[in-house]
């Protein structure tokens, strides 16, 4: 266990409904990463905070998508209109100030889209 | 971000050492090397980080040669809880020892451990 958690674990969704998954970081970490794993790939960046701004954003992250982190603690990720090819393990990182490249990962919210 | 190159899979036996290698021939002058090791249904973990020559940890040990072009993860006497996915990143780290954001993940190598 790192000290990061998502919620839920698990999503089993139909296609054209939204869904939201939170993530609540290591308290200390000001930032926040987001990130996309299906099966046999590593993981993929989607987006990426600084306390509460949202610095970085990739090309995946379409329009359906969208994220927050209010007051910079915890972070939402809301897909809408879900599709098939969102199904997928959401992965939330958190990292301190200084840490190089050592982010801490979560346990992932596993999302199958029917 | 530098492109990685590692291998697909590598099988070893317990208390057996093992060394997988990383390409990364574009590597820039600010890059730091970094390892993951993943489980299955779980987020990655990291392992150990450098930027040069040797790095030891209480897990394993990171070589980087002088040219940087390529860097070995060492894991000492494997046990079958080492069987997992290890991925090699490069990234930038500023003087202030943060990086810029986000990690690239290649597809990482398969290790299996057997008994």
């Known amino acids: 266990d790192t000290g990061v958690s998502q919620d839920p674990r698990h999503k089993i969704t139909k296609r054209g409904q939204n869904v939201t998954f939170r993530c609540d970081p290591i308290?200390?970490?000001?930032?926040l990463y987001w990130y996309r794993q299906t099966l046999g790939q590593g993981p993929e960046f989607l987006t990426y905070f600084q306390n509460e701004a949202q610095l970085e954003k990739s090309r995946l992250l379409s329009d359906r998508f969208s994220a927050e982190r209010p007051k910079g603690s915890f972070s939402t990720l809301e897909i809408q209109r879900t599709e098939q090819g969102d199904s997928a393990m959401y992965l939330c990182?958190?990292?301190?100030?200084?840490?190089?490249?050592?982010?801490?990962f979560g346990p992932g919210t596993r999302l199958t889209v029917l | 971000l530098a492109k990685t190159t590692q291998p697909i899979s590598m099988d070893s036996y317990e208390g057996q050492e093992v060394n997988i290698t990383c390409s990364h021939n574009?590597?820039?002058?600010?890059?730091?090397i970094t390892w993951y090791q993943q489980f299955p249904s779980q987020g990655p973990r990291f392992i150990i980080q450098g930027y040069k020559t040797k790095v030891t940890n209480e897990v394993a040990s990171l070589f980087i040669p002088a040219d940087r072009k390529s860097s070995t993860l060492s894991l000492p006497r494997v046990s079958l809880s080492d069987t997992a996915v290890y991925y090699c990143?490069?990234?930038?780290?500023?003087?202030?020892?943060?990086?810029?954001?986000?990690?690239?993940f290649g597809q990482g190598t398969i290790l299996t451990v057997h008994p």
């Open positions: 574009n590597i820039a002058t600010n890059d730091y």
């Open positions: 308290s200390e970490h000001n930032r």
């Open positions: 990143l490069v990234g930038v780290i500023n003087a202030g020892g943060t990086s810029y954001g986000k990690l690239t």
């Open positions: 990182a958190s990292s301190p100030r200084g840490a190089g490249n050592e982010q801490f």
